[in-house]
């Protein structure tokens, strides 16, 4: 099993940047990607950033050139650098693996991030 933890999340104003950790734990060795999703109230959950365990990167187009994803090496955390931060990215933040140990994804239990207007 995979065990997820996000931390980070906070009330910014517009501009202000943010950012969030995913601290893994347990079978670290199976996970294939880790990644960021977000939901906002009434709206679906969307993925926002994800990395392999060979550090390829992507982004949602809404989100790039504003944040950033990123691990170290070995990896047992995964940090989302949020800069230029607008309203429409408030929302919970849940951290995400998916592993070779079974096809659904293991989840965290998110984090709140808030951006005043």
């Known amino acids: 099993q995979v065990q997820l933890v996000e931390s980070g999340g906070d009330l910014v104003q517009t501009g202000g940047s943010l950012r969030l950790s995913c601290a893994a734990s347990?079978?670290?060795?199976?996970?294939?990607?880790l990644g960021w999703y977000r939901q906002a109230p009434g709206k679906q959950r969307e993925l926002v950033a994800a990395?392999?365990?060979?550090?390829?990167?992507s982004l949602a187009d809404s989100v790039k050139g504003r944040f950033t994803i990123s691990r170290p090496i070995p990896w047992n955390t995964v940090y989302l650098q949020m800069n230029s931060l607008k309203p429409e990215d408030t929302a919970v933040y849940y951290c995400?693996?998916?592993?070779?140990?079974?096809?659904?994804?293991?989840w965290g239990q998110g984090t709140q991030v808030t951006v005043s207007s």
């Open positions: 995400a693996a998916e592993t070779r140990l079974r096809a659904a994804p293991y």
């Open positions: 347990g079978s670290i060795s199976s996970i294939n990607v």
């Open positions: 990395i392999s365990s060979s550090g390829r990167t």
